[in-house]
């Protein structure tokens, strides 16, 4: 009888502990995702903000499943899914919509970010949600700088020196700190014109706090460390407008030249493939064991899916991703081997961080709200631990104490199409400029 | 009196030495780049090969001048000279041709890569000179692989396995074996179905031997050892053709998705901008003290400038920028301080090295011809010697020992702009396969 296969779509949190849970089913196991790298999204702020490289949170899945004799890993993205015949189809750089036949199937395809149906102010105010996206953000920043310390228009200077974060969930805040912090450490001494630490930083939101998934009391902490560390908060007010010149919030324009969307996020479109019931969010319903009703070879997890407890929606975060991950692979599993199912999911909500800034975080679980160096700790920990692999954790960690210590980043590159040209280029550039 | 202003053009090795030079200078020092980095170029060849991350060889140049007060970065392309007027011209991404008057000039613009006429090759054989290209390469080889593991034809597959490099002087040689060292190492075990040792590399050259600005003896010792590696060197023959299927050389047509054009430079068309006499290949002759004839206050150094010495000209390496920068600062001061003039600029060459593979190098100075491990660990300590910072020595050290041992590298990564979607584009794909 040939092997059972088991297809898992992305390769995150969700995804990649599903694979790892599969590890000794008696099936084949096949991991799909559009990109090769597994990214701790987590730490794309810091990628963004020059204190990591992209390296450093990206890891190679096939990498991560190369002993695992019964995974296999292909890039493409999935672009539907035919629930009749059993297939998933796949387009990669060479070929479009190959089937991929499955006899169980995984969707843990996440979320990407949602302009709310402003889609018109993506061109001004990217996201950011994978390493290209952090980079480009990266690119962004440093280069504002550069333009900054060339400008001789005080105005103009001034406004190439506003940064607009809109969104004042954990990645609002960690970028907006993080970038506070980048203008008073690492970047300081590196102008003669311009005074980095003079960067005007704003953070938007229309809830009435920041980092509203925590308590009142740590909103408020965050919010003041913010604040000491020189963000503008201006909550209670959507943002109107956004275009090349900067943003209307509360009726007033905010020229910046630098506008980054941390705002909302949106499923993937799985249940449009699966033609199946959503939640107002677009995320797919599921059964107890994580399955769409109606098909119980197809199993839906992570930011895509909707699992309530005690009557409330779980979060997208990537421990539910996880613990889903292994549950659905636990119920597999048992399928295959013949052992007795599991009860139906359960989150284990192990708690909360976010990092506003160095040496000081915000961390809730269960009963216990903490903010401070404290927190901080915890929280570096924590995402050390969770970290791919050991080489990447002790390369993190190295970075994080030498960073600390010496307010140095080494990543402050702007790597873009421009940094060469070939000679033909180069001389039409000249016989361009003669004129000049 | 206002202090005299030294403006450099270009953050490359001898650009970088002239400006460190100058520290003790009563001028202002103005450095302008069209990146905000200094690249390690001689290490190029590892990033594309996934072995160092860009930030292990791109410096920010602001970090590396920021304790010298007398000098200030600025971020643009020089895209003309008024020698009249004494100005160079700068464009950034705000600004176009802005003047920047100077007292004394000194051009290190560096060399592109040159095809030879045949610009229409570049679509499909890209040059490796900057980050972005090093980057864009690594992209592409990297792919190539996932390609070839989704493909079910297998002589599609050998065609997407098929690499070939075009030229075969120390950036052909070391990318090359490097490629070999990468499939026969890092990615072995990644693959279910492709055998990436399988891969075919292809090394073109026209002229006779590997390596021509090496004794012949070294040349023999670093093809014998690219042929172990499992490289196939072509030599003695020009490449006709280059295009979407590959390459043709002496007739023969041998297909390939992966080409990368590692053959001639051409120096940057400092020549043009200033007027003036070039030799044959474009770059500017200087006088004994590196200045332009009837120009003392402009300086040409490095690959853009043309300098014999015993009556052949000076090559296009590090050493030789770097000497001459420091030689052109030398001369600078002394004007301004009222020393007496140094003698002509004289070339101290302390040898020539490359790298083929693993644990093997050539290595020529002087009298000296040696290849193997000893030369590699020469190669190794001089090239660690060279990094800008010390913690970029110590950075790259220890990724090298660990790949060395390990075999495992971990910047693996395909970073490129299809990572992210915005919710609506998602859409928009899930709605086109609908119908598939």
Chains 1, 2 share one sequence.
Do not use: C
């Amino acid at each position: 009888m040939p092997q059972s296969r088991i297809v898992i779509v992305g390769g995150g949190f969700g995804g990649l502990a599903a694979a790892k849970a599969l590890r000794n089913t008696p099936a084949r196991v096949i991991l799909i995702d559009r990109t090769n790298h597994h990214l701790f999204q987590p730490l794309l702020y810091q990628v963004a903000t020059a204190a990591l490289t992209p390296a450093q949170i990206g890891t190679p899945i096939r990498g991560i499943l190369r002993n695992q004799k019964n995974a296999s890993v292909f890039m493409g993205e999935v672009t539907g899914v035919d629930t009749e015949q059993k297939r998933a189809f796949v387009t990669n750089a060479d070929r479009s919509n190959v089937p991929v036949p499955y006899d169980d199937l995984i969707l843990a395809t996440g979320a990407t970010h949602s302009y709310f149906g402003h889609n018109e102010f993506e061109k001004f105010a990217p996201g950011m949600k994978s390493l290209a996206d952090a980079v480009a953000t990266r690119n962004k920043v440093l280069q504002a700088f550069e333009l900054a310390e060339a400008e001789e228009d005080t105005k103009r200077r001034r406004e190439l020196l506003t940064f607009v974060m809109v969104g004042a969930g954990p990645t609002g805040v960690e970028l907006a700190s993080a970038l506070a912090v980048l203008t008073r450490t690492a970047l300081m001494e590196d102008f003669r014109r311009i005074d980095p630490a003079s960067a005007r930083i704003v953070l938007i939101d229309m809830a009435p706090r920041v980092l509203t998934p925590f308590s009142e009391g740590l909103s408020q902490a965050a919010k003041r460390h913010l604040e000491k560390l020189g963000v503008e908060v201006r909550l209670g007010h959507s943002v109107e407008q956004i275009d090349d010149d900067g943003v209307v919030v509360a009726g007033e324009r905010i020229v910046s030249k630098t506008v980054i969307w941390t705002a909302g996020v949106a499923p993937s479109p799985a249940g449009k493939w699966l033609h199946v019931e959503t939640d107002r969010a677009g995320r797919v319903r599921v059964e107890g064991d994580l399955t769409v009703p109606g098909h119980p070879e197809i199993f839906v997890i992570g930011d895509t899916a909707s699992f309530e407890e005690n009557g409330k929606p779980l979060p997208g975060v990537a421990q539910v991703a996880m613990q889903q991950g292994r549950h659905a692979a636990k119920v597999i599993h048992r399928r295959i081997t013949g052992g007795s199912q599991p009860g139906p999911f359960s989150y284990f909500d192990k708690g909360n961080m976010a990092v506003v800034g160095k040496g000081f975080a915000v961390l809730e679980s269960h009963k216990v709200a903490v903010s401070g160096f404290g927190a901080w700790l915890a929280w570096a920990f924590v995402h050390l631990q969770f970290l791919a692999t050991s080489s990447l954790r002790l390369s993190v960690f190295l970075q994080w104490v030498w960073t600390y210590f010496t307010g140095q980043r080494g990543s402050r590159l702007i790597v873009n199409h421009h940094g060469s040209q070939p000679a033909k280029a180069a001389e039409e550039t000249s016989t361009k400029t003669a004129v000049a």
